[in-house]
């Protein structure tokens, strides 16, 4: 099967009902993408699929087929979310942080605070009680 | 992740059609939708089937149209697709509502009306607003189209008329009038599963459906006709305590549940008073 | 050049996290992240009662291909070394349980891994479960001061209570992970392990004299709250007992299920209290009684008890004083380290106490806390004496007034809205002389390009590497970007104690900030890469040195129990629907005085943090117990809270330098997770419902209102 992943194409023979988490972090290589229920819950799996945030534990992979998959690898290291991560110490342990990111990238631009809580609802995050990560997010719009 | 995933196997139909031919004549098979469920009980390693029907490439099913004066969803509609689509908000704004508060933006985004129906957890928010909405569902086999009212759709815990070689092909909403009105009562404020789920119209007959008080969601149909005829509250409540069979399980109690149903049934109708018909 | 540099100041100012940018772009390394080559997977089979034998062990699988450890394989001892030596690493006979691990595979196939079956034959006997009916007390405390009777005497009013607290899951968002690599005629454990040396210790008790060499490394941890204190000890043996028998590598990931059954959870206490006051609302007499529920082995049950018990009257002057806690055996998984060590529990029996003392006598619930708040020079229920940086009745008439207390409690009377407060104090470190007896060690190194730090002390996410980073460099006069730190690996770094107590700062801190003088001292004028390319290897250990006032007794729990507290004082406003009995958090003020914040933004990121955790236990946070496994081991049913259930958070820090600590610094870490609870269930009392217990979930505060008059 083919999909794009980070802008790349790639071609892979995997199991079809494989879970994408499993297939990005496993015959990918790419293990920032982190498993924290394996249950839709946590959010911490989050990658973007044809811009929409989705978990990749809850994702069959050949539901992938021929879309566009975006991990935190696809952002590089000097995204203006990253960097407000940074700052601002949106990420303690930082377990959630690569699916935060990505959930935050589908705000859309200078959202409020209302909406990024909505928005960022299904994304557990443990230890900072979330208000370094709202600060984050408005550094970076 | 419980289950062994190289061992499944999954058929790719190229249209409805290929599909329901596949249903028929290689099935038994399981739909896919946007897996939100399904994977969750593949993670679990609590999922019988091991043959699997991709519905998700099935793009004329993800539609959202006005045919006359009905509102038609396709069974493949996701949340994010009900909370944007202005003929939901316009014809049926506690669909758009129940959509917001199911999970968080990720299940949202895969989560489907019809995978939330066939799924028939009494606790299924959309379910209720179907429910008063009196919808129709739509069920396709290769030779024919049956059209279900929602009343009858559901048989028992889990139970549903559809067939094993049937889809959910859609939703058919007709107008609905009168004042609409949803609550889900799920103590975390996102990505909760309802412990009592509310939906109702007041218009020149009420109509109120309830989630996680009973095996499938109910109508209230005594309590419907006690307020239409102009019973009081106290003569509602009494007999929705009749209507409702909720349980104590591991979210919540049947005490709790009974009493939160009175309640928001009261809080309905004083909220929607006075503007109705 | 040394005028330049001892001006760069990196204690006090938020600097860029030593961690940072991997975990913003997904390049941290985290446990399950590693591979090795051969690497086998783990998989762990468990009891299924709570309570009887095992009888027999089937496998139901062709083994070919298969690594199976049970008891037998053990060459050393079958216990988890810790306090005592209670806990075996596999059942052999006695399952005391449910979900007691009893059986290890492998196989490089994950699938063929979990297809596996496994009957085990168990013979069940009668499980006990209430702590109260438990024969069998893992350790019990006494702490008397003054002379209860004669304090009741005195008083005139008495007023009694219980409280009680429920189990709280750690939920840290990575779930247990470790891998043990066969390397160089040892054994190398990998691991998201908040202390290392533990490990180190119980892997070396149970792999005996098999094993050369024993060494273990710390890999990125994805949250840790106390839940990866004592418990990854276990797993490491485990994955290591696998590697042994294997000869390849073997991971051990617990998925979140399997995480959420087994592992340890915070003790659920009972507290009873008994007290006396004057007319005026001054204590006379505190009779406090605390139960813990150890659950099935010891672990840290006995510390747990000592720091719950040692705060359990809360920071109030009292003349008389009795504490008698105890932590009782049952046939649930083992309670273990969380965030708080049972001051979240007693903090929360005192502070609903007042609140419902001030009720009773109808006085104002500041005054009443004001009154009897603890001030320099006042004793403690040990008989200590806090310092000049005691800074309750500051904390409290900071958050007072900060969050409109008076004007809104009288605002929000009859409506849908309460707003209460809670006092909290939290002492930092071991308790005691259990830092003397630990004598941490760190070490600093000169490095080609500045130096480098190596010490136990692990990142949680917490900032260590930030913080010891900021206080080297600045007591060295170097900037902070010259400082390196060493990820946590037993075969270099020092034993600088766990990383718990909220000792990591103030602790670890202090003995590296003093190691920085002595290298300072040593370089002259020269930098450390100058004088590392001039003079080779420089590298200084420094250890922990006991301030010389301490004094403990042990045995009677008298005296300097802590050598420094940090102090709380939350005030949360509810809203409550009284259709759906859902209590929101609507806004939480948190002043906390901590003695100086060495990173603002980490310190403001701890109590933002920690506050929401104490909201989730206070309100949504429910283990449910049937027959001794917990019931909704699932992120769904097991709920904490997501960005819509917190609220307006305002934090204050203040500070009022503990000279002990380095830069004025006090423990932090935990002090935050005391507050909320009570707070929140005292503002639920202004609404009119009398919850005694947490998690007030809306089932209870339902039941609660109906009760109430
Ligand atoms: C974290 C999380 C939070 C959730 N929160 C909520 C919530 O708040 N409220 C709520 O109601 N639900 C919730 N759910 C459940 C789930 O998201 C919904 O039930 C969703 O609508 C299911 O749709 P799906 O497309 O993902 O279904 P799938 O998982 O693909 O399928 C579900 C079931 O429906 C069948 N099916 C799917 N489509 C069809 C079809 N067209 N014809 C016939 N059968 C079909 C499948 O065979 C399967 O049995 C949550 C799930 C998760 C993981
Ligand atoms: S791992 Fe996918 S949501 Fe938690
Ligand atoms: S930073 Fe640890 S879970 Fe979010």
Redesign the interface.
């Known amino acids: 099967m083919r999909f794009t992943l980070n802008a790349r194409e790639v071609e892979l023979n995997v199991?079809?009902?494989?879970?994408l988490l499993?297939v990005l972090?496993e015959d990918c290589g790419?293990?920032?993408?982190?498993?924290?229920?394996?249950?839709?819950?946590?959010?911490?799996c989050?990658v973007l699929v044809d811009g929409?945030?989705?978990?990749a534990?809850?994702?069959?992979v050949?539901?992938v087929?021929g879309a566009e998959v975006v991990?935190?690898?696809g952002?590089?290291?000097d995204h203006p979310?990253?960097?407000a991560?940074?700052?601002?110490?949106?990420?303690?342990?930082?377990?959630?942080?690569?699916g935060m990111?990505l959930?935050a990238i589908?705000l859309g631009p200078r959202p409020s605070l209302a909406k990024?809580?909505?928005?960022?609802?299904?994304?557990?995050?443990?230890?900072?009680?979330?208000?370094?990560i709202y600060r984050a997010i408005h550094r970076a719009s | 992740?419980r289950t062994a995933?190289?061992r499944?196997?999954?058929l790719?139909p190229r249209s409805l059609q290929h599909a329901l031919r596949m249903l028929r004549d290689e099935g038994p098979l399981t739909p896919?939708a946007g897996?939100?469920d399904l994977?969750?009980a593949?993670?679990?390693g609590t999922l019988d089937s091991t043959r699997?029907l991709?519905l998700?490439?099935l793009e004329p099913l993800r539609r959202i149209t006005l045919c006359g004066d009905t509102l038609r969803i396709g069974a493949l509609a996701t949340y994010?697709s009900l909370i944007r689509s202005r003929l939901v908000r316009q014809r049926l704004p506690i669909l758009a509502r129940a959509a917001l508060e199911v999970?968080?933006?990720?299940?949202q985004?895969?989560g489907t009306l019809g995978g939330n129906v066939a799924n028939a957890s009494p606790a299924g928010d959309t379910l209720p607003v179907l429910a008063v909405a009196e919808a129709v569902v739509v069920l396709r086999s290769v030779d024919r189209e049956r059209r279900v009212p929602f009343a009858e759709f559901y048989t028992g815990y889990r139970q549903t008329v559809r067939r094993p070689d049937e889809l959910i092909v859609g939703l058919e909403i007709p107008p609905v009038e009168g004042r609409q009105w949803f609550r889900k009562v799920g103590t975390r404020?996102?990505?909760a599963i309802s412990k009592v789920v509310i939906a109702a119209v007041r218009g020149s007959s009420p109509r109120i459906a309830l989630g996680s008080v009973a095996p499938t969601v109910i109508r209230l149909s005594q309590v419907e006709h006690a307020l239409g005829a102009g019973a009081g509250m106290d003569e509602a409540v009494h007999r929705l305590d009749q209507d409702i069979q909720p349980i104590d399980d591991l979210r919540s109690t049947a005490d709790y549940r009974r009493d939160v149903a009175g309640n928001l049934l009261q809080r309905f109708w004083a909220e929607t008073g006075g503007l109705s018909s | 050049m040394r005028e330049i540099r001892s001006m760069l100041n990196a204690v006090g100012q938020?600097v860029?996290?030593k961690?940072?940018?991997?975990?913003?772009?997904?390049?941290?390394?985290?446990a399950?992240?590693l591979r090795f080559p051969g690497m086998l997977h783990g998989r762990t089979i468990r009891s299924t009662i709570p309570c009887g034998r095992l009888a027999a062990v089937r496998l139901g699988f062709d083994p070919a291909g298969f690594t199976v450890v049970d008891h037998r394989d053990i060459p050393g001892r079958n216990v988890v070394t810790l306090i005592a030596d209670d806990q075996p690493c596999l059942v052999e006979r006695e399952i005391r349980h449910v979900a007691e691990p009893v059986l290890l595979l492998a196989h490089e196939n994950r699938e063929a891994l979990l297809g596996a079956s496994v009957a085990l034959e168990e013979e069940p006997a009668e499980p006990v479960f209430d702590p109260e009916r438990s024969p069998t007390a893992f350790k019990t405390i006494l702490i008397e001061k003054g002379d209860l009777a004669a304090g009741f005497a005195e008083a005139d009013h008495v007023v009694e209570g219980t409280y009680c607290t429920g189990h709280q899951e750690?939920?840290?968002?990575?779930?247990q992970a470790v891998i043990a690599v066969p390397e160089d005629g040892g054994m190398t454990v990998y691991g998201s392990i908040q202390c290392p040396f533990y490990a180190h210790r119980a892997l070396a008790v149970i792999l005996g004299d098999a094993v050369a060499r024993v060494r273990v490394i710390q890999t990125?941890?994805?949250?840790?709250?106390g839940g990866k204190e004592e418990y990854p000890s276990g797993i490491a043996a485990h994955a290591a007992l696998l590697a042994l028998k294997s000869d390849r590598p073997v991971k051990l990931i617990y998925?979140?299920v399997e995480d959420m059954l087994a592992t340890t959870k915070r003790h659920p206490a009972i507290v009873r209290h008994r007290t006396g006051l004057t007319r005026d609302g001054r204590l006379v007499a505190m009779d406090i009684e605390v139960i813990l529920d150890g659950g099935a082995y010891q672990t840290l049950s006995a510390v747990v008890l000592s720091r719950g018990s040692i705060h359990a009257a809360g920071p109030y002057r009292c003349d008389n004083i009795r504490i008698a806690a105890r932590a009782m055996f049952t046939n649930t998984p083992p309670n273990g380290a969380f965030r708080g060590f049972g001051a979240p529990q007693t903090q929360f029996g005192v502070e609903v106490h007042m609140e419902r003392i001030a009720e009773a006598l109808g006085l104002d619930p500041v005054r009443l806390r004001e009154r009897n708040l603890l001030r320099p020079g006042d004793t403690t229920a040990t008989g200590q004496r806090v310092g000049q940086d005691c800074a309750a009745l500051e904390v409290l008439r900071t958050a007072v007034r900060r969050s409109g207390f008076r004007r809104k409690r009288k605002a929000y009377a009859g409506t849908g809205r309460g707003i209460g407060l809670a006092m909290y104090w939290h002492g930092s470190g071991f308790t005691g002389s259990g830092e003397l007896k630990l004598a941490s060690r760190a070490t600093i190194e000169l490095t080609a390009t500045g130096v480098r730090v190596l010490t136990s002390s692990t990142e949680?996410?917490?900032?260590t590497r930030t913080m010891h980073a900021q206080i080297v460099a600045d007591a060295l006069g170097v900037p902070y970007e010259q400082v390196e730190v060493a990820m946590p690996d037993t075969g270099l770094v020092p034993d600088s104690g766990p990383t718990v107590a909220s000792r990591t700062c103030m602790v670890v801190g202090r003995i590296l900030q003093r190691a920085a003088e002595e290298i300072r001292a040593k370089l002259g004028d020269a930098t450390p890469a100058e004088y590392f390319r001039r003079h080779g290897p420089l590298a200084v250990t420094g250890q922990y040195e006991q301030p010389e006032w301490i004094r403990w007794d042990e045995i009677d729990y008298r005296g300097d129990a802590y050598a420094a507290y940090a102090w709380g004082c939350d005030v949360v406003e509810v809203e409550l629907d009284r259709d759906t009995w859902e209590v929101r958090p609507v806004r939480v003020t948190v002043v906390n005085e901590i003695g100086k914040a060495i990173h603002p933004?980490?310190a403001?990121?701890q109590v933002?943090?920690?506050?929401?955790?104490g909201l989730g236990y206070a309100l949504l946070e429910r283990v449910v117990m049937r027959n001794g496994a917990m019931a909704n081991a699932?992120?769904?049913n097991y709920i904490?809270p997501?960005?819509?259930d917190?609220p307006k958070?305002d934090v204050v820090l203040l500070e009022h330098p503990y000279d002990g600590g380095p830069f004025g610094a006090k423990g932090l870490g935990e002090l935050p997770i005391d507050g909320p609870a009570p707070a929140v269930v005292n503002a639920i009392r202004q609404l009119g419902i009398d919850v005694r217990g947490i998690p007030a979930v809306p089932e209870a505060i339902r039941e609660a209102a109906c009760a109430s008059p």
């Open positions: 199991a079809p009902l494989a879970r499993d972090r790419l293990t920032g993408t982190k498993e924290g229920c394996g249950e839709g819950e946590c959010g911490a989050t929409e945030a989705v978990c534990c809850l994702v069959p050949a539901q087929e991990t935190i690898e952002l590089g290291d979310l990253q960097r991560f940074m700052d601002e110490v949106g990420a303690q342990c930082g377990i959630c942080t690569p990111i959930t589908t990024i809580r909505r928005g960022l609802a299904g994304n557990l995050c443990r230890c900072t009680g979330y208000e370094a | 992740m995933v190289s499944l196997e999954l790719q896919l897996a939100t994977y969750v593949v993670n679990f699997f991709n998700w490439g994010t999970g968080g933006v990720q299940i985004n895969r404020a996102a990505q | 938020s860029p996290r961690d940072g940018i991997g975990k913003a772009t997904g390049q941290a390394r985290y399950d992240d750690h939920v840290y968002i990575e779930p990125e941890t994805g949250g840790g709250f998925d979140r949680l996410g917490q900032g933004a980490l403001r990121g933002e943090g920690g506050t929401v955790q699932q992120l769904t904490i997501t960005t819509l917190t958070l």
